[in-house]
């Protein structure tokens, strides 16, 4: 029987601004924050002022961890955390 | 005008009277716009100097510290220095040229992705494509700078901005300033006045976010009125008031065995701008592990990301901490803390005549002149800094925390004296760290800038030395510097006067010798490479399990 955290997948629904540097910084964050993407898909608004991304994760981290770090970014104007998990991935 | 001649006159809007850089192609025509102008450029010899000095200025005065550096090695150097400010939350704008946009993407010579290299480091990084947003974007980088947690910016200009056209529009500043509002918190201030009250063993653990917040004032204020004893981290020496009586020092990995036993034993830990740093929990499932949690801080991804708090507040400790104050009883901890701090005191009765670092820097701290700033760098070294020397303001001592990056320290110490020429500015280093950015030396010959270097010289990397030591087997892989330069004819070749010592009854005069002479100055410090920091607080272990019965002259 494992003593491994039990892993969780999160999704996040994130404004941002209109640039790439936006989904650079996104990446990186969640790279580096230990989350590991399980998925990731964006759009751009229909004005083009800003970006409309759909960010799964999954990690056995509180996904508080991470949405502190994304909120903080410059080019992030909302974030929203679905509380829908898939469940544990890991016995 | 320019946008080159735009950014300087945004420096000039911004308060900006000097920066330190490094010039090169794709930044000259802003090395342009700056010759003859107001603001004072200093000319590092390394870009990486040019950053560390900019963090220097920027900690001793408060104000934004701004570099300058050219586009790939120029902005490549830069990035040591950008960690460290965001690793230490200092207000840094650095701004880099950029290859035209004609040539962009093509591998250009002396193109790299500065933006994508940076982003990591700063809290952002902006690319100005149009002159006509380069104001604006300066503006938001210095904003972006001070505001919150302070941190690293960086702008990446490409040249054909920088020669672009563009006309000055002034910015009408809003002077109106709002008042620090905390009447959302008001439950949460509540929970902690009642956690306050209930506590018989409360504990102030006050971090660097304190004085960035301008709230040493109401942080003593506040452990007056309490009664609460108090503990610092690396970057907050120096926020509680040398007469009171229930500050126990530093906390950690290298702190002070009266701290670190009674955070172990606290029932109630107040967080003020501290992050729970590993160097300063040792073990995070062991530190303080009886203790509730009240932690207040700006940064909401701090709070609850390492220790789960009782009573999370994010908000202005400027404003909070005179709500949050209330009188308790404690007398019964304050003469248990007051006893371990008795019980647990330095010594300085080190036998022979070989120069014991602890008790020269304790002897450095009572010389040297009121409100000194002592930079310092990484090692041995920065550890008896800070367990033996008293500072009257964090401004005063500048260390690299978070980034631990050796070959801060001489560019700090730099940038520090050009903040704040009426006071002595007091580089204490290492062998090893002095050699990092060593090249700065040049820019105090060049400007005649009056900083008193202190190299304690153990021929060692002593605190990697001390590690191999301890937990490698005695295993001293690459640690040995015993091929050092002679530090006094190094400083010579650059017209700085030094002076070489290694006993003790040499200290007194030396230090004298040091603090006397008009201009920079270099003291030589040898000591034993078998001197090692205690206490010390293994890998792993919890706080109160320090190393501290191997006293070196004991070996």
């Known amino acids: 029987m494992s003593n491994a955290a039990k892993s969780h997948q999160h999704t996040l629904t994130i404004h941002t601004r209109h640039e790439a540097v936006a989904i650079e910084r996104l990446l990186q964050v969640t790279r580096y924050r230990g989350f590991t993407l399980a998925g990731l898909e964006l759009k751009p608004l229909a004005d083009l002022t800003g970006l409309l991304i759909t960010l799964s994760v999954v990690s056995d981290k509180p996904i508080s961890l991470l949405v502190n770090q994304l909120n903080k970014l410059y080019d992030v104007l909302d974030l929203e955390l679905h509380q829908a998990e898939a469940g544990a991935l890991r016995a | ?555």
């Open chain 2, 1 to 555: 005008m320019t946008g080159a001649e735009l950014v300087v006159k945004l420096l000039t809007e911004h308060g900006v009277h000097s920066v330190f850089g490094y010039p090169g192609g794709a930044i000259m025509p802003i090395y342009d716009a700056l010759y003859q102008s107001p603001v004072k450029h200093y000319l590092c010899r390394h870009e990486q100097g040019g950053g560390f000095s900019a963090i220097g200025y920027a900690r001793a005065s408060g104000q934004t510290g701004v570099c300058l550096a050219t586009s790939g090695p120029g902005a490549t150097n830069l990035i040591t220095a950008l960690a460290d400010a965001l690793l230490d939350s200092v207000p840094v704008v650095a701004i880099t040229g950029q290859v035209s946009q004609a040539v962009a993407g093509t591998d250009a010579f002396q193109e790299v992705d500065v933006l994508g290299l940076s982003l990591t480091c700063t809290k952002h990084s902006f690319y100005v494509r149009d002159v006509a947003d380069l104001a604006a974007t300066l503006r938001e980088a210095f904003l972006l700078a001070q505001s919150g947690r302070p941190g690293p910016v960086l702008v990446d200009i490409p040249k054909d901005v920088q020669l672009a056209p563009v006309d000055y529009q002034p910015l009408h500043l809003t002077t109106a300033t709002a008042a620090p509002d905390c009447s959302g918190l008001a439950t949460q201030i509540a929970a902690a006045r009642t956690l306050l009250q209930q506590a018989q063993k409360p504990m102030a653990y006050i971090g660097g976010g304190v004085h960035m917040a301008d709230a040493l004032p109401e942080l003593n204020a506040f452990l007056t009125a309490t009664g609460m004893p108090s503990v610092t981290t690396l970057k907050a020496m120096g926020s509680v008031e040398k007469a009171n009586p229930l500050y126990l020092g530093m906390l950690g990995m290298h702190g002070t065995q009266a701290a670190n036993i009674a955070v172990q034993q606290t029932d109630l830990l107040v967080c003020l701008g501290a992050r729970f740093d590993d160097r300063v929990t040792g073990n995070l499932k062991k530190f303080a592990p009886e203790a509730k949690v009240i932690h207040i801080d700006i940064d909401p991804a701090e709070i609850n990301k390492l220790r789960a708090a009782d009573v999370a507040m994010l908000g202005d400790l400027k404003a909070l901490l005179p709500v949050m104050a209330v009188a308790g009883d404690y007398s019964a901890w304050q003469a248990h803390c007051s006893a371990l701090k008795q019980q647990h005191g330095w010594r300085y009765d080190h036998p022979g005549e070989r120069i014991f670092a602890p008790l020269l820097l304790k002897q450095l701290s009572e010389r040297m002149p009121d409100n000194s700033v002592v930079s310092c760098d990484v090692g041995q070294h920065q550890m008896w800094v800070a367990q033996h020397m008293r500072f009257n303001s964090p401004r005063n001592h500048l260390s690299s925390g978070g980034l631990g990056t050796m070959g801060f320290g001489l560019p700090a110490a730099i940038g520090a004296k050009i903040s704040r020429p009426q006071d002595t500015s007091v580089l204490v280093t290492g062998d090893g760290s002095f050699m990092m950015n060593v090249q700065e030396l040049a820019t105090i010959k060049r400007f005649r800038l009056p900083v008193k270097i202190v190299v304690i010289d153990n021929q060692r990397l002593g605190m990697v030395k001390q590690w191999q030591q301890l937990f490698f087997a005695g295993r001293y892989s690459e640690t040995d510097l015993s091929d050092n330069p002679d530090f006094v004819s190094l400083a010579a070749a650059f017209a700085i006067p030094g002076h070489s010592i290694s006993h003790k009854d040499e200290v007194e005069s030396a230090l004298d010798a040091m603090f006397s002479w008009p201009g920079p100055y270099l003291l030589h410090v040898r000591i034993d490479e078998t001197d090692n920091v205690w206490p010390l607080v293994p890998p792993g272990a919890a706080n109160h399990d320090m190393m501290t019965d191997l006293p070196q002259w004991e070996e």
